[in-house]
């Protein structure tokens, strides 16, 4: 098992890509502190993982001090921390033209925000484990999707600052990577449905034919970059989409 005995913070951990890390992170040999602001999705999850290894906080990633009380949780349930994961996002399509005040608050407020405060909140705890960070973002932003204007511009903020992390905290020993997953999520599956010729036109792109399965195609990545075997990487964007975006 690549994480053994390893403790992380998954944030959005309840449902979705998050849900999916959080069984795999526990099959690798973790113990988890989720987050999520679904109640019921989250006290599922933790009876089918067990609390012995698997904790669920509910909490609003947007409240005053969510970063402290969320570190201070994994501190309480598993004694440190060695992964922090920032997954959480919730925003809503529309055109650049409404992309008003309360959506861009809402992509910000849910994303961005959330991933910043809890680097700062956990970066003691990381430097003192020679931690690692995996911030999720998303191809949206590297392509310009239409409809996610306020989305992308929240998704590239959290690769921005990602790579400012990875050339302050280098020195400490945290590393601090950045995955863009192509998934068949919840919200994938929204949208798919919701914006079928433009779901269409995106799954086109992918040399390998199909939409990412959370827990056999996107977790196992995350796994990675959380382990040992990632030691050397830092600073970077993985793109695990199938091939639909290819980075130079």
Known sequence: MQLTNKVAIVTGGAGGIGRGITRVFIREGARVLFVDSNAENGAALEAELGRDRARFLRLDLSVPGAAETIRDAAVAAFGGLDILVNNANRSTPAPLLLADEDNLA???????????????????????????????????????????????????????????????????????????????????????????????????????????????????????????????????????????????
């Open 106 to 248: 809402q992509a910000f407020g849910s994303s961005f925000t959330p991933t910043l405060t809890l680097m700062q909140a956990c970066h003691e705890l990381l430097a003192q484990s020679s931690g690692s960070i995996i911030n999720f973002a998303s191809g949206a932003g590297l392509s310009g999707d239409p409809l996610q204007g306020s989305y992308a511009a929240a998704k590239e903020a959290v690769r921005g600052v990602s790579r400012v992390a990875a050339n302050e905290w280098g020195v400490d020993g945290i590393r601090v990577n950045v995955v863009c997953p192509f998934a068949l999520s919840e919200g994938v599956q929204w949208w798919s449905e919701t914006y079928p010729e433009l779901a269409a036109a995106a799954l086109a792109k992918v040399p390998l034919g199909r939409i990412g399965d959370i827990e056999s195609d996107i977790a196992p990545a995350v796994v990675f970059l959380a382990s040992e075997a990632s030691c050397y990487i830092t600073g970077q964007t993985l793109m695990v989409d199938g091939g639909g975006l290819m980075m130079r």
